[in-house]
């Protein structure tokens, strides 16, 4: 056991996958949980979703010894304002948000001295989102990045790698400006080009009387799923990394250009050794274990 209690505030997929996993592992010993809505709540006690699940945000964090931010980046500073003076001292504060420096500069100076906030994002997920969304493998061989804000004690960084290890993750630490760069090109940007495709399909089914639908191969519905995720956290995303997101939209519209060209003019060398160079990148994920190369990945399973 790390934490004798752990507070949860958002009871989303990730925050119900870390409660089954810190269970499946006795990770704490008890663990508490909030929402906004009641309606949350209330599917939360139905579904055994913590071992206590508070009515407000400062009952769930009274006394914790870990306290999670779980709700979407741009609700972080305002969560953190409301709890902060209930936090005890020697706490430790985390999130799982997919933006580090924005929620640094918005949560941290909330803080009271004798509490260590130590950002964190597991890079883990899928297009659904709810309390009954979760479950305790999600993590397993996914990774963690750490972002230990200056002055955090050194036992709160390795305590809580040690809850993310054994909630199945990699842990690494990294600098807050690096992961917003690193999570544009990985996470942020292909979202945003697949929530664009979708719409450019929508504008297009309107006119080939649902066809797009009807004939959806595969590629077409990987970004349907992709852009099938939760509306609210992503537009905070994107809100909030402005900078490093515009940055790879720069660089990926420059690359767009340049294939239309090779299209255009009918290069097809240029486009052979593109994706040549491009289908290496796939075969790295697949050898790192982050992906399986077996067909239809992931639809075969219940979740």
Not at 277 to 298: C, K, L, N
Request: include cysteine; charge should be negative; glycine fraction near 10%.
């Amino acid at each position: 056991m790390i934490y004798q209690r752990v507070a949860l505030i958002g009871l989303g997929l990730i925050a119900s996958s870390m409660f089954w996993g810190i269970k499946r592992q006795g990770l704490a010993g008890e663990v508490r949980g909030f929402a906004r809505s009641e309606a949350t709540r209330e599917t939360a006690r139905r579904i055994g979703l913590c071992d206590v699940v508070c009515d407000s945000a400062i009952e769930a964090v009274t006394d914790a010894d870990l306290v999670v931010l779980a709700v979407p980046v741009g609700a972080m500073g305002a969560v953190a304002a409301e709890i902060a003076p209930h936090l005890k001292p020697g706490a430790t504060v985390t999130d799982v948000g997919s933006v580090k420096q924005d929620v640094i500069d918005t949560v941290g100076p909330h803080l009271p001295e004798g509490v260590d906030f130590v950002a964190g994002h597991p890079l883990a997920g899928t297009e659904h989102s709810g309390p009954e969304s979760g479950f305790a493998e999600l993590f397993d061989n996914r990774w963690c990045l750490l972002v230990p804000v200056e002055g955090a004690a050194p036992k709160a960084v390795a305590d809580l790698r040690a809850l993310w290890e054994g909630l199945g993750s990699n842990v690494e630490e990294m600098e807050a400006e690096h992961h917003d760069l690193v999570l544009a090109v990985t996470s942020h940007t292909p979202h945003l080009i697949a929530y664009t495709m979708v719409g450019v399909a929508d504008d297009l089914r309107r006119v080939t009387d649902s066809e797009v639908i009807k004939y959806s191969a595969a590629g077409f519905r990987d970004f349907t799923r992709i852009a099938a995720s939760d509306p609210t956290m992503w537009r905070d995303v994107f809100m909030t990394n402005k900078e490093a997101t515009l940055e790879i939209l720069g660089r990926f519209t420059e690359e767009l250009f340049a294939l239309q060209r090779a299209i255009r003019t009918g290069d097809g060398d240029h486009l052979h050794d593109y994706f040549t160079r491009t289908r290496a990148i796939r075969r790295g994920i697949i050898e790192a274990g982050q992906d399986t190369d077996a067909p239809d990945f992931g639809r075969g399973a219940s979740r």
